[in-house]
Each structure stands twice: as C-alpha cells, then as structure tokens.
C-alpha cells in the first residue's frame, strides 16, 4: 500500500501555525507538521486536541521527512516569527538575517518546480517583494498573506489577505478560503480573497494593522476621557463599552473592551486594569505603516500618533519623574450634563474612527500606484469584514462606498461618511475642547481633527513655510496668481522694510 500523502504543510508548530493546521484538518485537508523544535512539536501532538485528529495530522521531525509527506504540487504554509525587514542589495535570501529565508533555502533543494511555499507572518512587504521575485526565477510559487485575528482567528476562521505570484493562488485558494471566517447574509462569503502581485498581501496585512493601532488609541482616548472628566467606574465603562456596540461603532474592538473591563484580578479580586502597567508594547507593524505613509508623502497620522501614544507610555519612569516637577490643569472633573457627554464621547469615536480608516485607505491607494499593485479597495474592506482584529459592521459602509465609486478619493467624499462626520464633528471638537481644559491627553481624538480640519480647508498657512524656504534656502515657491504656479524666487533681505 502506498503511503498516505497529506493537503499541506505546516512550518512552525507555536500558537498561530497550530490553530491554523487544526482549523485546515476541521475543513477536510490533512496536515503535516514540522518544527525545528522536536519537543515543542511532541508537546502539541500529545494535546487531546491534536491526537483526536487521528491520521490526519502527522508530525514530521526533519525537512526531508516533511517534503516526503506532501501531494504534489506541494503546498507549506510558513508560521515563522517575523523580524526587521532585511536591508537587501539583490533579489537574493538571505538566510543568516531572516529566519523566513533561511527555511526557505533549506526547502529549496527538497522541492520540485510548481510547489508553493506561503509566507503567513507579519512580514514587512519588502521582504515578500523580493522572495516572490527570487522564487518565481527558480520556478518556485510564493504567497506571503496576511493573517488576521488571533489566536483564535487562526483556529475558528482568519481574515486571510494573499499576495505573491498571481499562478499560485489557485493552487492553495480552496484551502484558505475554506479556513477562513465567513460574513454576508447567507454567511458564505469568505473574509479571503487574492490581493495583488508580490508584496500586496502583506502590506495590506500591516496597513491593517496600522488601523488596529488607531482604533485601539480612539478607544483609549474614549477610556480615558471617561475615567478622568466623569469619574466613570469599571462597572459603568462595561455598561458605556457594551452600550456601544450595540451602536454603528458595533465590533470586536468595542467588544473586548467591554469583556475587559469585567475581569477581576485573581490575587486581589479587584480590577485586573487597574492592575496592569500603564507601558504599551508594539511589534513594529504599526511604526512599519507610519514610515511607510512618510516614504509616500501621505498624512496617515492617526497611526503615527498612535504609536508615539504608545512610545510616549513606555516611558514610564520618565513620566513619573515628569510628574513630579510639572503642572498644569489636573484633576477637575466636568461639571455638564453626564449622559449626554458620555453620546458625545461616543459619537466623536465614530468621526474620528472615520478619519483613521480615510487615512488608511488612502495610503493603500497611494501605495498600489507606487508599487504597481491593482487593489480592490472594496474587497479588501470586505476581507476585514470578519475574522481579523478590526472587524467592524462599519466595514461594510466602507465596501459600499468603493464600489459606489472605486476611484473614491477619500472616504470623508463618499455621502454616508460625509453625513456621518458632519454630524458627529460638533461631539469630536467639544470632547477635544474638554479634554484640552481638563489636561486629559487624548492623542488620537485630537490628530484626527485636526486631520478633518486640515483636509476640509482650501488654504493652509503652507504658504509662510515656503516664504521661510525660500528666505533662509532659495527654494523658490509657486505663486496662486499664475497658471502652473511658476517658479519665484524673492531676494527677502533686500526686499524686507
Ligand atoms: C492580527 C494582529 C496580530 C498581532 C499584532 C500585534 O491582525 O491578528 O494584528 O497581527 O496581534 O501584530 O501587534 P503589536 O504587538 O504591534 O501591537
């Protein structure tokens, strides 16, 4: 008898790459798995949950044993922790820099033209530009796809975003579609769906992520705003939070929220937020969109912020220190009406959570020109319809704006959000207006009118800044009075009174 061939491989056996083997043996593919960890792999295969897989899950405990299990043509699914994009020179792996290249050089010779290799880490795009070019040359086919949700995403349905070469994505569709989460009426629609060429996928990953970053600050800010203007206790931010989303602003952000502020602290029995340290962590993944919106030259400022938000809380000792020695407002609360502040606090969530996702979906515009990525910019608002961290009802505005009009410059332009921050903008300016009075930071709040502030006005004092330019470095300016603006210089210290 010959012996049983499996669906797919999987490198890396850590908490995504195992839900994601468990959730594919659920939709009727079998499974071989390989890690450079032989304990850690016997210690998933002795789990209940992976010894009810019976045969269809099988661990190997060398590559060549692993590449020998797979039907050809091969399909391995990477679950690798990803690192610092590599600096590369050529169109080349890098294996002593990336660990995502050096398990591919070690595959390489075990593999045969036409198998797949998948890439599902946060990976930096760069990184997947280079190993789809590098790999389609030798014949190979590559994906590096976004994986969106978790833990728990990963084991019950993700939001998948693939990219790579446009010929491997028939070759593992019907698996990732059918792992991943489902939204629509019918619930049939798969939040997974081919991106574009080469990095797509993995930018849009990160942009993602990127608006992960921005909505968990609005909320913060929400949060914060709340405890310290109205004194809001945990019981009442769950009963706030759980209000909420029952709102436009419904999702699983809000919902966690919620959750959140419920857990007691098993020592204490008291509130575990209390208790948790007020210093941010950050894998990278929202500083990569910052940089990245800087390299295009486009305002995503709403991530940016979120993550100076986070740098500035990690700097907890230099803020305790700070606190000691500085003064300014502190500490009065807000004297108004408090049910009708707490509907502002949340409508000016929903304007500036607008202003985040305009932000964001402008940079994936401007990237897929500057990439040459064709992006379906309603499809992708789709794929985070479910499944993935920002998973929101509001997505689904967003899919409707696109496909409306797919050339849509900014979602503020489209009608349904024009409306919706026009009329939540008065709440955005008088929450920021008490914070500002009360010395309650609110980073996100603020950026994100000023954002609406500066994107809806016709003339910005850019004009002075080009004047100092052009005195101190003669770097010319443009006129308004001519047709194309022209080139002038002005000798301003011999002009000057
Ligand atoms: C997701 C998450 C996931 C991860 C973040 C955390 O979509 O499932 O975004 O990718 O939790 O990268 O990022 P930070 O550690 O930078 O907050």
Known sequence: ?????????????????????????????????????????????????????????????????????????????????????????????????????????????????????????????????????????????????GVSGGEEGARKGPSLMPGGSPESWPIVKPILQAISAKVGANGDVPCCDWIGERGAGHYVKMLHNGIEYGDMQLICDAYWILK?????????????????????????????????????????????????????????????????????GVPSSLVTEAVYARCISAMKGARARASEVLTGAQGAKFQGDREAFV??????????????????????????????????????????????????????????????????????????????VESAEPALREVVKTAVELGIPVPGFATALTYFDSYRSERLPANLIQAQRDYFGAHTYRRVDKPDGGSFHTDWLKAKK
């Open 1 to 145: 008898m010959s012996e049983k061939l499996y669906d797919i491989g999987m490198v890396g056996v850590a908490v995504m790459g195992r839900n994601l083997a468990l959730n594919m043996i659920d939709h009727g593919f079998d499974v071989a798995l390989f890690d450079a960890s032989r304990d850690y792999t016997d210690s998933f295969m002795s789990t209940e949950e992976a010894k009810s897989k019976g045969d269809k899950l099988v661990a190997t405990y060398s590559l060549k044993e692993f590449v020998s299990k797979l039907k050809t043509p091969r399909r391995i699914m990477m679950m690798i922790k990803s690192v610092d994009p590599v600096p590369a020179l050529d169109v080349a792996l890098y294996p002593d820099k990336a660990p995502v290249d050096s398990v591919i050089s070690q595959l390489i010779p075990l593999l045969d033209k036409g198998d797949l290799l998948i890439d599902g880490g946060n990976t930096h795009f760069t990184d997947t530009e280079r190993r789809t070019k590098y790999l389609s040359k030798l014949g190979f086919n590559f994906i590096g796809t």
């Open 228 to 296: 310290n203007a109205l004194g809001a206790t945990n019981q009442e931010l769950c009963e706030i939070f759980g209000a909420w989303n029952k709102t436009e602003l419904n999702s699983y952000l809000i919902e966690i929220t919620r959750d959140i502020f419920t857990v007691e602290d098993p020592e204490t029995g008291e509130p575990l937020i209390d208790k948790i340290l007020d210093s941010a962590g950050a894998k990278g993944t929202g500083k990569w969109t910052s940089q990245l919106a800087l390299d295009l």
């Open 343 to 420: 509907e502002k606090v949340r409508r000016a969530l929903y304007a500036a959570k607008i202003c985040a996702y305009a932000q964001g979906f402008v940079q994936l515009r401007e990237a897929a020109k500057e990439y040459d990525w064709n992006l379906n910019l309603g499809r992708i608002a789709l794929l985070w319809r479910g499944g993935c961290i920002i998973r929101a009802v509001f997505l689904e505005r967003i899919k409707d704006a696109f496909d409306a009009d797919p050339n849509l410059e900014n979602l503020l332009l489209d009608p349904y959000f024009k409306s919706a």
